[in-house]
Structure formats: C-alpha cells, structure tokens
C-alpha cells in the first residue's frame, strides 16, 4: 500500500518494508506551514528506512526524522555526513549503489536528479532520486527535479519497466523556481519514461505566511491539472490522492483509495 503523507513524504509498504521518503511529519518546515491536519502516527509506525532525496528544510526536516526513531536514513555521502551529525542512522550512497533492506528482497538505490545548485547555509546540497526495486513492483521516486534527458535510462537502471512513479508537480507557493516540474511538464516525463502509474506529489501541503493574500484554491490546482494532462496519455494513469489518502498497490485505478485516518 501507498499513503501520501503530503508534501514529498510517502510511506511504501512493499514486500515486508516500509519505506518513508522525505518526511516532513510536523506542522511546519521551516517558515512554511501545513495546511490541514498533521498526519497520524500510525502512519509511519514500523518503518524500515527512510528515503532524502535532498537537504532543503521541506525534505529533510530533522524533527520529523527523529520521530521515525533508530532507522535507516538513505541519501547520498556528503548528505549523509551531515545527517550522521545530527545523531540519525545515515547510511550513504554512491551514485551506483545498491542498499537492500534487512530482512526482505527490497532494493533501493540512487538516481539523477536536476534541482540546481543553490547553496544552503549549514548543509550540503546534493540532490537525486531513488529507485525502490521489489519482487513485481518497480518504483521511482523523483524527489525534486526538473526534466533532464536521462529521465529515459531510468527502466534500464531499474531492470524493466517502472511501474509506479512519486513525481512532484508543484511546490509551495504559485510559481516554481527553477529544479522543478509543473503539471505539463511532469505528465511529459512520466510518458516519456513509460510509467504505468503515477502519484503527484510536492503540491496542495506546504503555504508560506504571505499565502493567504493569494486567491483561494491556488494550492489544489497541481494535482488535478496534472491527473487531466495524464488523461490524455492513456499509457500512464494517474492516481490522484489527498493528503493522507492512500492506495493499494496491486490496482491503483480500480481499488479506488483509502481514506486518511
């Protein structure tokens, strides 16, 4: 089963594993609020490792990795330095590496990812996505990024075909800054890869202070232009959920989704 949590944070459960991606558990990020209720503890209890695909604050929130408790945190080496510091389990990746899950046939491994190179204070800023491999089920989580061409190796990096994709199609205010997809573009790469599925995230959670000036609603348009810019691409099928929904994996389409707790 698939919950989205919000944001880019997505809890996997697959072939015995738990997997979290970038957990952003909280309230708040930074000066970036939630919108709607926090997510339920049960959600993530049990997880068997955690997935950063980057250090920005609205991707590694170190409050909500240490809720997770003693576990895995996968990212890549400079990353994971940093995490290390900050008293986690961190476990780095090099570009090529392949990480299995103890006690189960579940693989993950790192992926390009085109997000720019904007220095943070404090923290390094290496970005990728990742690659969840299991018995039947191929996964792509794209963390943050802009389209790039080798979009198109990932199936080959994978071992077949993707199966399912997490693909961010928005961000936190109305207009993306560079390193990231909107709607179009993000229906764009999911064809072009040959997903089957495809998840939005990264959109409709996280509002700056000043946001409640813009006009109402400007936060739930990512998902749904990009499940109507799928729709006309009858190879990929979007599976459009709310915060805290979830989704069986076996058919997405037609077990409709699970509703937040």
Do not use: K
């Not at 970005?127 to 061409?149: C, E, K, S």
């Not at 409709?204 to 998902?223: C, F, N, V």
């Amino acid at each position: 089963m698939l919950r989205w949590i919000g944001h880019a944070t997505v809890v996997l459960d697959v072939a015995g594993a738990r997997l979290v991606t970038d957990p952003l558990l909280r309230p708040h990020a930074g000066l970036l609020r939630r919108s709607g209720p926090a997510p339920h503890p049960e959600d993530w209890a049990g997880t068997s490792a955690v997935l950063v695909s980057h250090l920005h604050h609205d991707h590694a929130d170190v409050g909500s990795l240490r809720l997770l408790g003693d576990v895995p945190v996968l990212a890549a080496r400079a990353n994971a330095h940093w995490l290390d510091r900050q008293g986690l389990h961190a476990v780095g990746l090099g570009a090529e590496d392949w990480w299995t899950v103890p006690g189960t046939s579940v693989r993950v491994r790192p992926v390009p990812a085109e997000h720019g190179h904007r220095p943070m204070p404090h923290r390094p800023n290496a970005t990728h996505g990742f690659l969840v491999v299991a018995p039947g089920l191929r996964v792509w989580f794209a963390g943050d990024t802009a389209p790039y061409p080798q979009m198109r190796r990932l199936p080959d990096l994978a071992g077949g075909p993707i199966d399912l994709a997490l693909v961010p199609v928005g961000g936190w205010g109305p207009r993306l800054s560079g390193g990231h997809m909107d709607p179009h573009q993000a229906a764009e790469v999911c064809e072009a890869v040959g997903v089957r599925w495809a998840v939005p995230v990264h959109w409709g959670t996280l509002h700056a202070p000043a946001s409640r000036r813009l006009p109402p609603g400007w936060m739930d348009r990512a998902g749904p232009a990009f499940a109507r810019a799928l729709a006309r691409r009858a190879q990929v099928e979007p599976v459009l959920l709310a915060p805290g929904e979830a989704v069986r994996l076996g058919e997405p389409g037609a077990s409709g989704p699970v509703p937040p707790r």
